[in-house]
């Protein structure tokens, strides 16, 4: 059983950073492609950014030039670094892996206010 750890949501103010890290803890397994995703209130989950495990990026257009996803392949580890935070990036956001299966984290709260 493999489990999704998240950490570093929270909140910040317009123009501020956070970093998000994801830690896939459990029975050891391959893991592929990691990523993050999130669903703002009345929205839809979609994608902010994914790497595989040769280092292909791919990031929403929304976050490029500000977000930066970066992985530990030793520790199962991805990591987001959000800079130039907008309000619109308030949202739930959740870590994605996938490997023979698709796992989920259970999401943190990131929140961008004045």
């Known amino acids: 059983q493999v489990q999704l750890v998240e950490s570093g949501g929270g909140l910040v103010q317009p123009g501020g950073s956070l970093t998000l890290s994801c830690a896939a803890a459990?029975?050891?397994?391959?893991?592929?492609?990691m990523g993050w995703y999130r669903q703002a209130p009345g929205q839809q989950r979609e994608l902010v950014a994914t790497?595989?495990?040769?280092?292909?990026?791919n990031y929403a257009d929304s976050v490029k030039g500000r977000f930066t996803i970066s992985r530990d392949n030793a520790k199962n580890t991805v990591y987001l670094q959000m800079n130039s935070l907008k309000t619109e990036d308030t949202a739930v956001y959740y870590c994605?892996?996938?490997?023979?299966?698709?796992?989920w984290g259970q999401g943190t709260q990131v929140t961008v206010s004045s």
């Open positions: 994605y892996a996938q490997g023979l299966a698709n796992y």
């Open positions: 459990g029975t050891p397994v391959t893991i592929y492609n």
């Open positions: 790497i595989t495990g040769s280092g292909r990026i």
